[in-house]
């Protein structure tokens, strides 16, 4: 069975532009969730989606939004890039509802210069 | 309180060792739990879930769950250089299903 696919897997974007992220579930998950690692950080949770609506969000500014295809595939878009926004972002996807664990994709590294 | 918690470590144990590894959590985390590791600059990987009180072991390592105390811990028999890395614990909240990652215990095993 194929894993959760992140694409890309590296990004280099410039301040105040904008960036999608996308992130395929292992087939048969419904529930995605997106979280923001900085280096030493632990895992911050943006946002997760589940049957295409958003269930649980995390404390990001507007800047940082999502949303999920009727296939559960998701994306994750961020606009006006902030240097600090610098981060590996990870996509874990579950089947959702029943108690099971998440599985995680294996990221994609954003570098803002 | 943090509704899952962990001690940032590092925990340092030598090679062959038992290293033993902690995660209290709230009411508001249901009962089910998550070991996950993670190695420096990788993503998260699902070591083991358990689910009743408890323990439940899978190789060398061993989860356990003790509802009453509130807390979950992983103990890793025979440590290894190999089994460095960041240990995270995860449970889910009751009624939304948000996964709630603590922090993180850094674990170095020494040769």
């Known amino acids: 069975k194929a894993g959760v696919t992140q694409t890309p897997r590296y990004l280099i974007k410039t301040r105040g532009q904008q960036v999608t992220l996308s992130c395929s579930p292992i087939?048969?998950?419904?529930?995605v969730s997106w979280y923001q690692q900085t280096p030493g950080q632990g895992l911050q949770f943006l946002f997760e989606y589940f049957s295409e609506t958003q269930r649980n969000k995390g404390n990001f500014p507007g800047r940082f939004s999502g949303r999920q295809f009727s296939n559960s595939r998701s994306e994750m878009n961020v606009s006006t890039l902030e240097l600090g926004d610098s981060a590996l972002y990870l996509c874990a996807s579950s089947v959702g509802g029943d108690g099971q664990p998440q599985h995680f994709g294996d990221g994609t590294r954003l570098s803002i210069l | 309180q943090k509704e899952v918690e962990q001690n940032s470590g590092p925990l340092s144990v030598p090679e062959g060792a038992i290293a033993s590894l902690n995660c209290t959590y709230s009411?508001?985390?249901?009962?089910?739990f998550f070991w996950y590791r993670q190695y420096s600059g990788k993503s998260p990987e699902l070591i083991m879930s358990i689910y009743s009180n408890g323990d439940k072991e899978d190789g060398r390592f061993t989860a356990q769950l003790n509802k009453a105390s509130q807390y979950v811990s992983l103990l890793i028999r025979d440590s290894q250089p190999s089994d460095s890395a960041t240990y995270l614990c995860a449970g889910i909240t009751s009624g939304t299903y948000k996964y709630i990652f603590g922090t993180g215990t850094r674990l170095k095993v020494l040769a």
């Open positions: 009411d508001r985390v249901s009962q089910s």
């Open positions: 087939s048969g998950h419904r529930s």
